[in-house]
């Protein structure tokens, strides 16, 4: 332990060196932008300045990049929160909770609650990354496909089970996500599947941003404007010293538990081989839901509803880094790329890094905590500007809203065809959010469709059709059985509910 | 409200018997050696909405769903006024991306969205509707080398000045 101690401090000694903090303060402030441009993540960031970091020593490089990746995850929760955009892929269930709260003028709290949880959740998935990194990653190779589609059985149990909404709307809005996740080529043969039309657009398949931005960009807003008559209380928001103050003990007092769910649940879920930030976020989401008090508060504007999204992708962006690490596998698009840049600087990702680049490692370890507190600090220097955003009159914001949400929708894949696709997701969300479905499920959906499907297909096939393989395995086969039970939830409550309304009956007879 | 409830269901359910037999373009069915057809996921899953939509359609019939309780119009003047201004608007902004530029859409959404949609001042609206788009540009094509639609071709003396900034 002592040794570990003593190679951190080395590590946070680099990366407070002049050049490196400055790349640190640089890298972070970028990424905050960046994150907050729907369309645009952590992945389009650093895969855009990677060239710019061949300029200085690859522990410098990887600093400057982990430092973006970092601010772009505190900066996707932004305009999930005040646009109601979601800023990146790990800000899609931030904007499930952030938008209402920001709707009924109370974006601060907002703000300030993803701020301190994404701050938490990246301390806390540091100090497990730098006890417990070799082991880690060993636990999670033995996550094989059965249980990763476990795992997000489980995700969407946690929609169903306890979602408070119409059951037949929530299970709908869940599997016409994962049918528009399936478009595109079947993975597994190679061959065209559900190209609605001939249309080559849906070759490519239907982007979750393009969803995501259809929803919430177009069609939230459009509901908004109809249901308030355009009488919108978001400009309500204010921003004194005082406000912060308290906003942060109520954030921290009603969030506590979705920030502790997020920082462990989101860590463990980014370090899954093909998992990664956006998932984690999502499932801590859906955890934090289930274990609060009161889950209907969810999605009507609950601190913790924001501050358990956003303490996992900070959370699972350090995590994600651990077995691309120690075993040279990335757990996300963005530590891809980074894996990419490790081996044009000629460093060997694997256990052996540890030992031969001690000192790249612990130096982009101790940047960890640096670009950390700096995304914390420089997240809560600019919520007053985000806040002076929201003040302005709403037919001043609607329209930025709108450009951004077709710009985004474009950036994301670069194809007209997903434009025209995100306004017809948006009128059709429009029209059934007028009905009660909840769209969140779809959106989850379509996130981890890409996920659950391939490790659905290969645990059959390993089993040769024989389902039982999701039960008999030993990590896999509780997780399924809590799914299950979640699932069917809502039908033991109205057996429940008849029994007692029988009971209630009996004695008046 | 109540008729609108019950005429969706509909919609989605044909919507999920066409996936349904889009599906079956692949197999559906377990292929020795190689797992589950390409199309087995997507089919039961359009099934699985199929029968959701029929449990939507018996909660219209029993009422126990707060859209199918509602005497309320689903749209009312308010409403389908807002859908054909803001809707048409952004309808008409993807169209003209094709034309004149994303960022000269762009121009021509927020003049018409600000100016006669908000009724702000002429200065407020030119002055948003040129800063926004200058901004986009130099964000998008020269800080992360996006290149967004630029139009017909007489934009490309435009462009191509633009670009000497930038390059």
């Known amino acids: ?509 | 409200m109540r008729r609108a409830e019950i005429v969706t269901a509909g919609i989605l359910a044909l919507m999920s018997v066409y996936l349904m037999w889009k599906s079956t373009e692949l197999n559906i069915g377990y292929i020795t050696g190689e797992g589950p057809g390409g199309g087995a996921w997507p089919f039961w899953l359009s099934g699985i909405m199929l029968i959701c939509t029929g449990f939507i359609a018996v909660n219209w019939f029993r009422q126990t769903s707060p859209p199918s309780q509602s005497t309320e119009p689903f749209l009312d003047g308010y409403g389908k006024k807002m859908l054909l201004l803001v809707g048409g608007g952004i309808f008409g902004f993807i169209a003209l991306i094709n034309i004149i530029s994303m960022y000269g859409a762009m121009f021509v959404f927020l003049i018409y969205y600000l100016r006669f949609l908000g009724r702000h001042t002429w200065t407020l609206t030119m002055t948003i509707a040129t800063l926004v788009p200058v901004v986009f540009f130099f964000f998008f094509e020269a800080l992360m080398r996006i290149t967004l639609p630029k139009g017909m071709k007489f934009l490309e003396p435009v462009f191509n000045y633009l670009n000497t900034i930038i390059y």
């Open chain 1, 1 to 509: 332990m002592m040794e570990i101690l003593g190679l951190l401090s080395d590590g946070l000694w680099l990366s407070l060196q002049p050049t490196n903090l400055m790349l640190i303060i640089v890298g972070v402030t970028l990424g905050l932008f960046i994150g907050a441009m729907p369309g645009l993540g952590s992945v389009n960031g650093v895969a855009i300045l990677l060239p710019i970091t061949f300029l200085v020593p690859p522990a410098s490089a990887i600093i400057f990049l982990a430092a973006i990746y970092y601010g772009a995850m505190y900066g996707g929760a932004i305009s999930s929160i005040t646009l109601g955009i979601p800023g990146a892929s790990t800000a899609v269930a931030t904007t499930f909770d952030g938008r209402p709260l920001a709707l009924k003028g109370r974006a601060s709290l907002a703000l300030i609650t993803a701020a301190i949880a994404s701050f938490i959740g990246g301390t806390v998935s540091n100090v497990l990354f730098t006890a417990f990194a070799p082991p880690l990653a060993t636990v999670a190779l033995s996550f094989g496909n059965p249980e990763i589609f476990a795992l997000m059985l489980l995700a969407f149990a946690t929609f169903v089970g306890l979602g408070g909404d119409d059951i037949p709307k929530t299970v709908f809005s869940i599997c016409i996500g994962l049918v528009f996740a399936a478009v595109g080529y079947d993975e597994i043969s190679g061959a065209p599947r559900l190209v609605f039309f001939d249309i080559s657009g849906f070759l490519h398949g239907v982007n979750f941003l393009v969803l995501a931005i259809g929803v919430y960009g177009i069609g939230e807003m459009l509901w908004t404007i109809d249901s308030t008559r355009g009488k919108i209380t978001s400009t309500d928001a204010k921003m004194t010293v005082k406000g912060i103050v308290s906003d942060a003990k109520e954030g921290m007092r009603r969030g506590w538990k979705g920030t502790a769910i997020g920082s462990f649940l989101g860590f463990f879920v980014g370090i899954l081989p093909a998992a990664g930030a956006t998932p984690g976020s999502l499932m801590s989401y859906g955890v934090a839901k289930m274990l609060a008090r009161n889950p209907k508060e969810f999605g009507q504007g609950h601190p913790g509803g924001v501050a358990a999204p956003e303490a996992a992708n900070n959370s699972a962006s350090t995590g994600a880094m651990l077995p691309m690490l120690t075993l040279g596998i990335p757990g996300s698009p963005t530590t891809a790329i980074l894996l990419g840049g490790m081996v044009i600087w000629g460093l060997t990702p694997g256990p052996r890094l540890f030992t031969d680049q001690s000192e790249f490692v612990w130096g982009l370890i101790g940047s960890f905590y640096v670009s950390n507190f700096f995304a914390l600090v420089i997240n809560i220097a600019f919520i007053p500007l985000f806040i002076w955003m929201l003040r302005m009159p709403f037919t001043i914001l609607a329209p930025m809203i709108f450009v951004l949400s077709v710009v985004g929708g474009y950036a994301a894949t670069q194809d007209m065809h997903d434009v025209w696709l995100m306004l017809g997701f948006g009128l059709g969300a429009f029209f059934l959010r007028k009905l009660d479905y909840p769209l969140a499920p779809a959106v989850l959906a379509i996130v981890l469709g890409p996920i659950a499907e391939p490790t659905l297909r290969q645990s059959l096939l390993l089993s040769s059709g024989d389902p039982t393989i999701f039960f008999t395995r030993p990590i896999a086969g509780p997780i399924t059985v809590i799914a299950i039970i979640l699932i069917l939830l809502p039908l033991f409550k109205i057996i429940w509910t008849k029994v007692k309304s029988s009971r209630v009956e009996t004695p008046a007879q």
